[in-house]
């Protein structure tokens, strides 16, 4: 990933999101009436705000609910319970019909980009689609508006005719970014947005969310497990492990002095650019456990290299371990750290 630019820093201040105990538990297979059913608990409890402008990352193994995390903020599930407060309102009392207008402030850019776009809508109309879908947004005229969003994203006028299919990869995300900025938001939920572009087009999209960014104070919940990535575009980092938040600091903290086992194990694998350092790769043991029967007291005991018998019975809760990080704050949920 190359360090075109840095994120700019983001002044404290009221959160833009706040989310509390949220949790997301589906019914297993079998169903709510069967005698022995299960509860998989896909997200549960998490807790973490975001500021206006900036980027939280959303990290770790596949599975650990982070996905499931983005869209329940954005109401693309309805989570089981908590609370998300966008602007110090709460999304998740909104009817549909208040939910259907405060969508304009909370997009979503998803992965896959080509699964993601109508193959048989033009590329104007896919970016013009959530203009006609809430008039009157922007002072320009709808197709005056969709040629200025091709701009801001880098793809030319003359494309808006073209289909979803000419397209290529990195392209097509861009038409997928330019779709989730039309009604100018001021949170996007970005799900793993370039894990399947080729890395040479990585760098491109994710230096053009940077640029936005710092344009339009857009603020990112950026879901992802690819933590080079992370490193580029985050302020802050939020680890997860089955489906709870064992760690969150500012970027250059998490990165350099990371506190939870999970968490050093993680960054292990991120290779280093430097021929004279060893890479200390460390691995984690055994598969993850099933989030429809979690591990007591700290789910991550079974796989711990620190594990004490005390881990399996008491689950620790996430608290401020401040050591001089950037924003003089560093939660980490762990009995020994
Ligand atoms: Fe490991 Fe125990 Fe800390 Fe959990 S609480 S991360 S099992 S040392």
Redesign the pocket.
Known sequence: MSARNEPASVPASTPLLDVRDLKMHYPGAGGWFKPRRKVIQAVDGVSFSVAKGETLALVGESGCGKTTTGKSVLRLIQPTSGSVRLEGEEILALTPEQMRSRRRDMQIIFQDPYASLNPRMTAGDIVGEPLQNFPGSGGRSRQDEIAWLFGKVGLRPEAMKKFPHEFSGGQRQRLGIARALALRPKLIVCDEPVSALDVSVQAQVINLLMDLQQEMGIAYLFVAHDLAVVRHISHRVAVMYLGRIVEIADRDTLFSRPL???TEILLSAVPVPDPHKPAQRKLLQGDPPSPANPPSG?R??TR?P???PV?REKQ?ALADRATGSATGQHWVA????
Do not use: E, G, K, T
């Open positions: 939870h086992p999970y700290c991550f005991h711990c620190l594990a004490q881990c620790p762990c009995h020994f750290r």
